[in-house]
């Protein structure tokens, strides 16, 4: 069973930049697909990106591409997504989550039953 762990979060001004770390362990995340979603207050769980196992292979949300990007560092069985040029709207809890199967990479990974588990998540507040 792998456990995922998130950090990074925090408040933030509109326009601000915010990394966000993922980090696994109980087993090795080589080959396992990684994405990130959130959920704001009042709204569900909703997509944001997700990492093939190379991390060659990315797939983002219209709403942050262009603004967000998703990366891996196997080795230390770590994901990240660095965010800029936030908005009050991204404000949400930050959850990741794997997939031990991984598919092809697209819009499968958008599906929150895709993923076999998940983070407990971090707090994100972008203020205007």
């Known amino acids: 069973q792998v456990q995922l762990v998130e950090s990074g979060g925090g408040l933030v001004q509109a326009g601000g930049s915010l990394k966000l770390s993922c980090a696994a362990s109980g087993r090795s995340v080589t080959g396992v697909a990684l994405g990130w979603f959130r959920q704001a207050p009042g709204k569900e769980r909703e997509f944001v990106a997700a990492i093939s196992t190379s991390g060659l292979t990315t797939y983002y949300a219209d709403s942050v591409k262009g603004r967000f990007t998703i990366s891996r560092a196997n080795a230390i069985n770590t994901m990240y997504l660095q965010m800029s040029s936030l908005k009050p709207e991204d404000t949400a809890v930050y959850y990741c989550?794997?997939?031990?199967?991984?598919?092809?990479?697209?819009?499968?990974?958008?599906?929150?039953?895709?993923?076999?588990?998940w983070g407990q998540g971090t707090q994100v507040t972008v203020s205007s």
């Open positions: 989550a794997g997939l031990l199967s991984p598919y092809s990479m697209g819009s499968v990974y958008a599906k929150r039953e895709t993923y076999d588990f």
